[in-house]
Antibody, heavy 123, light 105 residues
């Protein structure tokens, strides 16, 4: 059974940093790309970042570029999201999600979602 | 690439047929996915690459379109279909979702 479990969410002040973790099981981790997708309370889905199977390809939403860093450790079946200089508008439930492909290029899609870890940025 | 869904919400009844539209700001060929999010749940994939049903998704769901205009159609609406639907383009990064369409009773 595929499992995706996020952790690390917290209440932080604007300008501070936070590191989210995502641990997976039930599939061959280094065969697949991983995305972070967030959802603000009562709002829609926003794609945040993506990392290919070997970490060779990484990309970010414009709203987080330069502040967030995604990484993965295939020996630990884990992905991380380092979030720096947090803003109030980063408040959301952050989902770690598994892609169907090792590298997202056109025919990719998300087939598994974690339940999410909540991040609240407020003073 | 901006993704615009319409309508933002609609009301329907059990057994109805509903259609949701998603428009891309520039061509995404056929790289369009649809997800359903039930209240309090994580999104689940319905269709990928415009018209391909994901494993286990009932055939009452169908998708069409190419380029910039896409449609999700749900036939014979069931109770579990009262939810919010999102389109997502995967043609180029940054990947983007539509704003969502809420289907309620």
């Amino acid at each position: 059974e595929v499992q995706v479990v996020e952790s690390g969410g917290a209440l932080v002040q604007p300008g501070r940093s936070l590191r989210l973790s995502c641990v997976t099981s039930g599939f061959t981790f280094d065969d697949y790309a991983i995305h972070w997708v967030r959802q603000s309370p009562g709002k829609g889905l926003e794609w945040v970042s993506y990392i290919s199977w070997n970490g060779g390809t990484i990309d970010y939403a414009d709203s987080v570029k330069g502040r967030f860093t995604i990484s993965r450790d295939n020996t630990k079946n884990s992905v991380y999201l380092q979030m720096n200089n947090l803003r109030v508008e980063d408040t959301a439930l952050y989902h770690c999600t598994k892609d169907i492909l090792p590298y997202c290029s056109g025919d990719c899609y998300i087939d598994y979602w974690g339940q999410g870890t909540p991040v609240t940025v407020a003073s | 690439i901006q993704m615009t869904q319409s309508p933002a919400s609609l009301s329907a009844s059990i057994g109805d047929r509903v259609s949701i539209t998603c428009r891309a700001s520039r061509t995404i060929k056929r790289y369009l996915n649809w997800y359903r999010q039930r209240p309090g749940k994580v999104p689940e994939l319905l269709l990928y690459s415009t018209s391909n049903l994901h494993d286990g998704v009932p055939s009452r769901f169908s998708g069409s379109g190419y380029g910039t205009d896409f449609t999700l159609t749900i036939n014979n609406l069931q109770p579990e279909d009262f939810a919010t639907y999102y389109c997502q383009q995967t043609s180029t990064t940054p990947l983007t979702f539509g704003g969502g369409t809420k289907v309620d009773i």
